[in-house]
Structures are given as structure tokens and as C-alpha cells.
């Protein structure tokens, strides 16, 4: 079982929408991250957020938009994808904002764009 | 780009066997290392942090050589469960709130 929930666990949306991911962890982590991943490739980072800051963005399309509401969530809204965009997008925490710091991953969102 | 090398296997190890996997990273002022190992489409968890004196955890030993560097892990007295991918893991950052560079993995099958 993962510390870091994230939901939902499937999303199948078309181009045009408009959906959420959300990820919630209750740790006391003041660092949450996002990545993607695609099959047979190892994580990229897109987001970083440091104390409800947004601390890196590592050249996201807009159309990728993260939010972090509390030091307990963070969302990503996502509107107008890609086909390209189809991937396992994984939510991370860690305690604090020091390199030694390793990170907890949730179980991921599969998101499947048609 | 900052790069962190591994050797994708597949490592293909018979049960009981000890088995060895290597990395090298690019950034001399990387600062904090890990192993993560992820399952066929699940998350990657946290195997160990590695550090500068080497640590084990029961079957499991890590290695850094900050000199030349380069990562290591062993695994001894392998069991079928080992069977995952591998994850180098490396935090560039000095500092601050970073993410972590991440190695494509290397694929462990145990075969019994």
C-alpha cells in the first residue's frame, strides 16, 4: 500500500476535455512532484512543488496545469491532450526540500487520450 | 542533459544467485542517491537510499564511489519476488526542491 493516493487510477478522455488528476498525501511532506511515464521508460519530472509553490516547471505544454491547494494535495488539470500525452502520470512527496530526501510515489493515474 | 547510465538487461539469474547491477551518473555535484525497483506497471518504491560508507538492508548492499561515479547493487541469495526493474536514481540539485534523474532501469527476471 502507498502513502501517496492519487485518483483516479484510469482516466479515458478524449481531446476536448477537461479532466483532473489529484494526488493527496498525508504525511507531513512539504515537496510534491509530478511525472510522467511511458511504457518501457523510466520517469521525467514535470512539476515540482515546494511549500504550495510551484518551484519547477520542467518545459510543460499549458496545456498541463498543476494546482496545489494545501501542503496535502496537488492536482493537475488537463485540457485539450494530445494522443502523445497517453501515459502513467505519477504523483511523488518527500519531507522536505533537501536533496537527500528520497521520494514516495502513489500507484499512478493511466491516462489514455483518444 | 545530465545523464544517469544503467545496462537495460534483461538479467536473466537463477534463484539463489547473487546478482550485481552498476550505474554511472554525469554531475560530479550530484548530491543524494537512490535504488528504486518498479514492477510491470505499478509505481517505482524506494529500495534504499544509498551512501557514501555503503549500506545493506538484509540481501540487499549498496555501493557509491563518488570518485569515479558510479553506483552499485547487490543482490544476494535472489528469490523469485526480486524479479522488478531496477532503478538508478540521482538528485543533481544542491539544494531546494527537486526532482530526481532517473536511470532507464534495469529488467531482473529470476528465473527458478
Known amino acids: 500500500d502507498t502513502e501517496v493516493t492519487q485518483t483516479p487510477k484510469h482516466l479515458v478522455m478524449g481531446m476536448t476535455n477537461k479532466k483532473s488528476l489529484k494526488c493527496e498525501q498525508h504525511?507531513?511532506?512539504?515537496?510534491m512532484y509530478w511525472y510522467k511515464q511511458k511504457a518501457k521508460k523510466p520517469p521525467e519530472l514535470m512539476f515540482v512543488?515546494?511549500?504550495?509553490?510551484?518551484?519547477i516547471n520542467e518545459s510543460v505544454p499549458s496545456r498541463f496545469s498543476p494546482e496545489c491547494p494545501n501542503s496535502s494535495l496537488l492536482n493537475l488539470h488537463l485540457h485539450a491532450l494530445q494522443p502523445e500525452d497517453s501515459a502513467l502520470y505519477l504523483c511523488?512527496?518527500?519531507?522536505?526540500?533537501?536533496?537527500?530526501?528520497?521520494?514516495?510515489f502513489g500507484d499512478g493515474t493511466r491516462l489514455s487520450i483518444l | 542533459r545530465k545523464e544517469v547510465e544503467q545496462d537495460p538487461g534483461p538479467f536473466n539469474v537463477p534463484e539463489g544467485a547473487t546478482v550485481a547491477f552498476n550505474c554511472t551518473y554525469s554531475?560530479?555535484?550530484?548530491?543524494?542517491f537512490f535504488w528504486y525497483r518498479q514492477d510491470c506497471r505499478k509505481e517505482p518504491k524506494l529500495l534504499m537510499s544509498?551512501?557514501?560508507s555503503g549500506n545493506e538492508d538484509g540481501r540487499f548492499t549498496a555501493q557509491l564511489n563518488r570518485a569515479s561515479q558510479y553506483i552499485s547493487l547487490l543482490i544476494r541469495d535472489s528469490k523469485l519476488s526480486d524479479s522488478a526493474t531496477y532503478l538508478c536514481?540521482?538528485?543533481?540539485?544542491?539544494?531546494?526542491?527537486?526532482?530526481?534523474?532517473f536511470g532507464k532501469g534495469t529488467h531482473l527476471i529470476i528465473q527458478p
Open positions: 511523488a512527496s518527500s519531507q522536505s526540500q533537501g536533496s537527500n530526501q528520497p521520494q514516495h
Open positions: 504525511m507531513g511532506h512539504r515537496a
Open positions: 512543488y515546494s511549500y504550495e509553490k510551484l518551484s
Open positions: 554531475n560530479s555535484a550530484s548530491q543524494s
Open positions: 544509498v551512501y557514501s
Open positions: 536514481v540521482v538528485n543533481h540539485s544542491g539544494g531546494g526542491a527537486d526532482g530526481l534523474t
